[in-house]
């Protein structure tokens, strides 16, 4: 995600997720994913983090809501978490 959207529902989705040992696609990992400013100070108005849903193949999506507190011009980091257990965690 390049650009983010004020006052915007967007879609965060991170797709292929694997095992980078194997090449096994995890489905059934844990994602989360969290908007903060460039000094690592969480976006207000949204309870960090967000939870992705995955659709069984590999790809999460998580909703980023419209009602993040962004302010125009300002740049900020999204963080993406995966678990899939077993040691298998990925930031």
Not at 4 to 9: A, R, S
Not at 78 to 90: E, M, P, Q, Y
Request: charge should be negative; hydrophobic fraction near 40%.
């Amino acid at each position: 995600m390049d650009v983010l959207l004020l006052q915007n529902d967007m879609v965060c989705e991170v797709s292929g997720l694997q095992n980078a040992v194997t090449g096994e696609s995890l489905t059934a990992a844990t994602v989360t994913v969290t908007v903060s400013d460039l000094d690592g100070v969480e976006v207000p108005a949204v309870s960090w983090p967000v939870n992705a849903i995955g659709d069984g193949a590999g790809t999460y999506r998580a909703t980023l809501p419209d009602t993040m507190s962004l302010v125009l011009g300002r740049r900020y980091r999204i963080d993406i978490d995966a678990d899939a257990g077993g040691g298998l965690r990925g930031h």
